[in-house]
C-alpha cells in the first residue's frame, strides 16, 4: 500500500472490555513499532517486531497488552479488561530493515488509533 | 537512560517568520535522529532523517542540524507558512544495536496569518 494504516481510527471501549487495534505496514517492510501516546506527550515505545518474530515487548505496560504479527505483515494489537489509564493515541510505524543503509530505518507511521476507555 | 527535550514547549508566530525549534538528547552516542510533524488527530509524518556521521539535512524550507557532542539538534523552518502549523517531535535513536527511539514532547508551532 502507499502507507501504514490503521485500524478503526476511533474507538470507545467500557472498561473491563477488550480491545483489538490492526496496522496495515508498507508493503516489504520488515520492521515493525507499536507506540502509545497520551495527550501532550510523545509517543512511548511498545513493542518491535522483525518480521514475525517478536524482538522487544519491553514497553508493553502491562500482562493485559499482548501484540501479535503472525505472517510478517499486519499486526494486531490486543488490550484485555480496558482500564481508563489505557486512553490513548496507539500509533504503528514501519521500516524498510533496520540494518539497511541511510534510508533503511526512517520510519514511517499510521494515522492512530485513539482508544477512549470509559 | 536517553532523555530528550524541546524548547519552546509551543511557539506562536505572525506568517512569514524565520523559526529555530529546538531538541536536546543527553546520551551523545546516537545512531540517528529524526524530525517529525505531527497535525491534530493523525499519526507522525518524516520530515527529516540525520545519521549521525551527518551534520544537516534540507528539504525545501527546513533545514535541521545534528551537534552530537553537545547533544543538540536545530529545525529550522524559513518563511513559515499558517500550512506549517502543527507540532513538531524529534526523535533520537542511540547506537550499539538499539532500535528504540527516544521522543521529546513536541514543540506546538502556531504560524497566524
Known amino acids: 500500500g502507499a502507507g501504514v494504516s490503521q485500524s478503526p481510527r476511533y474507538k470507545v471501549a467500557k472498561r473491563g472490555q477488550d480491545v483489538a487495534l490492526r496496522c496495515d505496514p508498507i508493503s516489504g517492510h520488515v520492521s515493525l513499532f507499536w507506540y502509545q501516546q497520551a495527550l501532550g506527550q510523545g509517543p512511548e515505545f511498545l513493542t518491535y517486531?522483525?518480521?514475525?518474530?517478536?524482538?522487544?515487548k519491553s514497553g508493553l505496560p502491562s500482562d493485559r497488552f499482548f501484540a501479535e504479527r503472525p505472517e510478517g505483515s499486519v499486526s494486531t494489537l490486543k488490550i484485555q479488561r480496558t482500564q481508563q489509564e489505557d486512553s490513548a493515541v496507539y500509533l504503528c510505524?514501519?521500516?524498510?530493515?533496520?540494518?539497511?543503509?541511510?534510508?533503511?530505518?526512517?520510519?514511517?507511521f499510521g494515522p492512530g488509533t485513539r482508544l477512549t476507555v470509559l | 537512560k536517553q532523555e530528550v527535550t524541546q524548547i519552546p514547549a509551543a511557539l506562536s508566530v505572525p506568517e512569514g517568520e524565520n523559526l529555530v525549534l529546538n531538541c536536546s538528547f543527553t546520551?551523545?552516542?546516537?545512531?540517528?535522529l529524526q524530525w517529525f510533524r505531527q497535525d491534530p488527530g493523525k499519526g507522525l509524518t518524516s520530515l527529516l532523517l540525520?545519521?549521525?556521521?551527518?551534520r544537516e539535512q534540507t528539504s525545501g524550507r527546513l533545514n535541521a542540524s545534528l551537534d552530537k557532542s553537545s547533544g543538540r539538534s536545530t529545525l529550522y523552518i524559513a518563511a513559515s507558512q499558517p500550512g506549517d502549523s502543527a507540532t513538531y517531535l524529534c526523535a533520537v535513536r542511540l547506537s550499539g544495536g538499539s532500535y528504540i527511539p527516544t521522543f521529546g514532547r513536541g514543540t506546538s508551532l502556531i504560524v497566524h496569518p
Open positions: 517486531f522483525q518480521n514475525e518474530a517478536q524482538l522487544d
Open positions: 540525520i545519521q549521525s556521521s551527518q
Open positions: 546520551d551523545s552516542a546516537i545512531y540517528n
Open positions: 510505524a514501519s521500516s524498510l530493515s533496520l540494518r539497511r543503509g541511510r534510508d533503511g530505518n526512517e520510519q514511517f
